[in-house]
């Protein structure tokens, strides 16, 4: 009897930990879009576009018209890191981030970055 009760028991608390792990996916899932700013000249040098799916897939778009680049990537979250990689590769980067109404903060090696949520 008490091996069913630490069974139910431990279902339920991984019941939990899975709900808090897809909710803060939800959060995220979506495309933000924003630009890298030249810190002296405050003059865009690079527009960036991110669609988090909700298969954990990552369009990363970087680049204006024809020097836009796009890369592929698979990405987890915790409470307060993006986790990212490539495809067919297991080496992760990741990068702390939060989400304040419509903007989505990245810091990544000394560099922040804001996107805003954007809604086709």
């Known amino acids: 009897m008490k091996n069913i009760f630490y069974y139910i028991i431990f279902m339920l608390i991984l019941a939990v ?3 808090n792990c897809y909710s803060n996916n939800t959060n995220i899932i979506g495309i933000w879009k924003g630009c890298i ?3 002296h000249t405050k003059k865009p040098i690079d527009s ?4 988090f799916k909700k ?5 990363y778009k970087i680049g204006f018209g024809k020097n836009e680049q796009t890369i592929n990537l698979r990405f987890r979250i915790d409470k307060q890191f993006i986790y990212t990689r490539e495809l067919n590769s297991n080496e992760e ?4 981030y939060s989400i304040e109404n419509d ?3 990245l810091n990544f090696e000394g560099l922040s970055i ?3 949520k954007y809604n086709e």
């Open 103 to 105: 903007s989505l903060i």
């Open 55 to 59: 298969d954990n897939l990552l369009n």
């Open 93 to 96: 980067d990741k990068a702390k």
């Open 48 to 51: 960036l576009k991110m669609e």
């Open 37 to 39: 700013i030249d810190y």
């Open 114 to 116: 804001k996107l805003l």
């Open 17 to 19: 930990i899975t709900c």
